[in-house]
Every structure is written in C-alpha cells, then in structure tokens.
C-alpha cells in the first residue's frame, strides 16, 4: 500500500516535471496557430496550401496529425488539386482508422491531460470530419471522373454517419466511468453541482438551442449528394431506390425545399421507367464554419470549509459572418430568342453550422466534466505540492503560478476551412448550355458553358462576401 507521504512526493516529481516542459514549450492554441485559415479567407489559395503542407510537416507523427491533414486536404482541393487532395484526406482517414481501431484506452495520456489540458490529448477526428472528409474525396473523384471510386467514399460516409451514435455512446459511457472512479470524486461532484458554475455553462451555450434540427451526426449536404449520385449514375433499381430515400431524408429536415421536391419527382419518375430530361445543377458552398473560441469559467475548489474559485477554460463556438447568403443563376430557354430566361437561385440544404454545434453540443457534458476534473485534479496537486515542499518555497510558488496560466487553455481544434452553407438548385439544361452565376449584389457574374451530358454539376465555393466565385463542374450522366 502506497503511504500518504510516497504519494505526495509522487505528485510532488510528477508535477514539477509537468511545469518544466509546459513552461520549456510553451501552449499556444490551435487558433494562434493556424494560419491556413487567414490565407484561405483572403483567397490566396497558393499561400494557403504552402502553409497546409508546412504545418503537416511539423506535425507528421503527432496529437495534431489529423486536423492539420483535413486543412491541408480541403485547400488543396480549392486550389483544384483533386489528386493531391485526396491524397491528404486518405493520410488523415488511416490516422482516423487507426484510432478507431485501437481497443485499449490510452490511460497514460489521459492522465496526463489531467494534468494539463485537453488540448493535449490526441485529435482522433469528430464524426463530422469523417462524413465530410469522404464526401470532399468523393467529389474529388467525381471531378477527376472517377464516379466508381466516389461511389466508395459516398457509401463510406453513409456508414460513418451510421456509426457516430455508437461510438458517442461509448464516449459518454468512458467519461462517466473515468468520473466514477476518480480518487476525486466527491470534489469533482460537489463542483458540478455549483449553482453559480451551471448558471455560467448554461448561459455561455444557450445559442445551441436554436441550431436547425438535424438527426444525431446526419450531414444533409452528404444525404443530397447521395441522392445525386445513385439517381444519375443508377446501376440498377436498387440504386434507383437509394436515391429515393436519401432525397426523401433531406426532405425531412427541410420540407419546403422546392428543388428536393422536385428532386423526388424525378427519382420517382425514373422508377416508372422515364428517362432523366437534360438538367444543370448547381451545388453552392459558401461561407466558412464556426470556428471554436474560449471563455473563461469559474471552477468551485472546496478544499477548505468555502468555495474557493479558480478560472478555467471552455471551447465556445463562434460562427463566421462575412458571407454570400445565395447564389442566383439565369439560363436562356430559347434558342430563338434570348430574352425567355429561366432563373433559379440557390436554396439551403446543409447548415454546418447545425451539423457542428450539434456534434458539439452533444460532446459538450463530456468536454465540461473534463475541464473541471482537469482544475479540480490540479489544484489539489498545487495544494501537496505547496504543502510538502521543504525548500525553494517562492521559487515553486512562481512556477506554479506561470504553470496555471499557461494550461489554462480550451482545445480549439477544429476543421476551420470548411463552409458555412451548403445550398442548391436546378434548372433545366438550357438550348444553347449556357448559363449566368451572379452574387447577390451583382458585383460578381460568371458565364459558364455546360459541358456534355445529361445531368451536369456546376461547383460554386465562395469563401467570404467580397471573394471571388471558384467554379468548376463534372458529368454525373
């Protein structure tokens, strides 16, 4: 049996080892750090993916591996380098398998954050990387006219929006567990329970209460492009009927959503034996995902008869501004005579918006129960520490006061160069494929001359309000 005073000279070597190499590298959060982002939103893509490929050299084989692979994924794909793109996104898909893969919990690491933050745990992926990691990889090959191979990874994202709610499960279930059986538990409990600290977290997250309702991990965008695809490159009825259902989903989570419906009505007819009639989509992504912040919250420490409280921090999500709300597109439907036009303008399909806050506001409780176990486990380290410490008192004293600042950071990793929105719409193939995108104000307008085929997809990012339209397009059929 290990005695009270081994322990606390345990604790004692443990945590002025912590110090040292906290304060020998230093904690700089991942927005500090990202200066991808900064490039992309200014539109200059070649500066963008030099800093991707510069940041995943620095981070080939560590905690920070997958995001740094999403980022540089996602840019090099803006730039339209498809093959290279998917190329990132496969490299960060191992590293996501190989966490998923692994049966033992990585105790050690665990401990260690307690001791640190959360920032420094390993970033194995949330479930929304996965799903939108395998639809950009299957619009990767659709651009490269590989439709076999996109057909893999939209089946890939199905499953993984399929998986998400098991594996949060297990998540929720390994938190739970950890706070049961830590030596701190009832400091732990008593802090949770503070009215002034649940009157805090509730009012810093009461905006995820508006977040559009979609199912647990579902990505609308992802659940569209299904039906897209199985409907334009259908194999055989099955297909045909796998198209109907991904429609009818993306239904459901917006029914007045007139180009779904319409959507349907085509998917429907094809069951009947009709062909598919000559039709241009235009698939718009705009803006740039919520990007994740800090604030500060006061952390109870009932080490004495009081409350004692100690700040801590806590990832917020903060969405982006500064983007296109639509995209409208005008097509001539004669041959003869110019002036009869046909225009549609883009309509919602996927808020990433809703799809992030959901997946974080269903791994908030675990994030929340962490950080305080985190401040509750260190603090009462620094009381041991301070109380067993026979020399160097103001020496260690200084020290642990530069540790707790420099700990005292959320993890604020998150896939930053992904959009805001995801929006579509149709409109027939026009007599002479040509059609017109314009941005709202009109400051921007991009002819485009459709390709051959029958259905057709015209790619419109648009990164912020005043930044160019990158188009590009593929045949679906």
Avoid at 1 to 28: D, N, S, W, Y
Avoid at 120 to 145: F, H, I, P, S
Avoid at 346 to 364: C, P, R
Avoid at 427 to 453: F, N, S, Y
Wanted: with cysteine; hydrophobic share 40%; glycine share 6%.
């Amino acid at each position: 049996m290990t005695t009270p005073v081994v322990f606390k000279h345990r604790i004692h070597r443990v945590f002025f080892a912590a110090i040292l190499g906290v304060l020998a590298t230093g904690c700089r959060t991942y927005k500090d750090q990202n200066h991808v982002v900064q490039y992309w939103e200014q539109g200059r893509m070649t500066n963008a993916v030099a800093e991707a490929n510069l940041m995943v050299k620095k981070n080939t084989n560590n905690k920070d591996t997958i995001i740094w692979r999403l980022e540089q994924g996602a840019v090099l794909r803006g730039a339209g380098q498809y093959e290279e793109s998917n190329k990132a996104f496969d490299l960060a898909q191992q590293k996501m398998d190989d966490y998923e893969n692994k049966a033992k919990v990585r105790v050690g690491q665990e401990t260690g954050a307690l001791l640190s933050n959360q920032a420094e745990l390993d970033y194995e992926g949330r479930a929304y990387d996965g799903v939108m990691l395998n639809t950009y990889k299957a619009l990767n090959y659709l651009q490269l006219g590989e439709p076999d191979k996109a057909r893999v990874e939209l089946i890939r994202a199905y499953q993984r929006q399929q998986e998400a709610v098991a594996v949060n499960q297990k998540r929720i279930a390994k938190a739970q567990e950890d706070a049961a059986n830590s030596k701190d538990k009832a400091a732990i409990d008593k802090a949770q329970q503070d009215p002034k600290l649940q009157a805090q977290t509730q009012g810093a997250y009461a905006g995820l209460d508006n977040l559009k309702a979609y199912a647990d991990y579902v990505n609308p965008f992802t659940v569209y492009l299904d039906g897209l695809f199985f409907m334009a490159d259908a194999a055989d009825g099955s297909d045909v009927e796998r198209a109907r259902k991904s429609f009818e989903r993306v239904a459901g989570f917006d029914p007045d959503n007139e180009y779904v419906k319409q959507d349907l009505a085509m998917v429907n007819a094809l069951i009947q034996g009709k062909p598919l009639p000559p039709t241009t989509y235009v698939i718009f992504e705009t803006g740039r995902a919520p990007a994740r912040d800090q604030i500060r919250i006061d952390v109870p420490l009932f080490l004495v008869s009081k409350a004692t409280y100690v700040g801590a921090a806590i990832p917020t999500l903060k969405p982006q501004g500064n983007y296109l709300p639509s995209l409208t597109v005008t097509a001539s439907n004669s041959s003869t005579n110019p002036t009869e036009v046909t225009t549609a303008t883009t309509s919602l399909v996927a808020s990433m918006d809703s799809v992030i806050g959901l997946d974080f506001k269903n791994e908030l409780p675990t994030v929340i129960a962490k950080t305080i176990t985190s401040t509750v486990v260190k603090a009462i380290a620094t009381q041991l520490v301070s109380n067993n410490s026979s020399q160097g008192q103001s020496v260690l004293a200084l020290l642990m006061v530069a540790y707790q600042i420099a700990v005292n950071i959320a993890d604020e990793r998150t896939w930053t160069t992904l959009p805001k929105e995801f929006q579509a719409c149709h409109l027939p193939t026009p007599p002479d494929r040509r059609i017109e995108l314009a941005a709202p104000d009109g400051r921007q307008k991009i002819p485009v001359t459709i390709g051959d085929g029958t259905i057709n997809l015209v790619y419109v990012k648009s990164i912020t309000a005043t930044g160019p339209l990158l188009v590009t397009q593929m045949k679906l059929k």
